[in-house]
């Protein structure tokens, strides 16, 4: 797969999936330093969200789950 189809229709290639899932990972990282014991339901709602878009993404270009979580290089990998 060298493309998924985007939101706005036009297409995304691999450099700009991989650049996504980077940013993406980014803020959840940081969203999750903004983490409270109370009021901060918005925050994990938020996470999730992009945590899932993360997943779709890597599995837009790997193929499937399994591929995904092996073949991303290391250094763009956050432990979400």
């Known amino acids: 797969i060298n493309r998924i189809h985007f939101l706005n229709g036009e297409f995304m290639k ?3 999936i ?4 980077m940013v993406l990972q980014g803020e959840v990282e940081h969203w999750k ?3 409270q ?7 994990h709602t938020a996470i999730n969200f992009a945590t899932e878009r993360i997943q779709e993404l890597k599995d837009e270009l ?5 591929s995904a979580q092996a073949k991303l290089p290391k250094q763009m990998e956050f432990n979400i």
Do not use: A, C, F
């Not at 991989?18 to 899932?21: A, D, G, P, S």
């Not at 109370?38 to 925050?43: L, P, Y």
């Open 62 to 66: 790997y193929g499937d789950r399994k």
């Open 37 to 43: 014991p109370h009021d901060t339901g918005h925050i």
């Open 14 to 16: 691999n450099k700009e």
């Open 33 to 35: 330093s903004l983490l």
């Open 18 to 21: 991989l650049n996504t899932i």
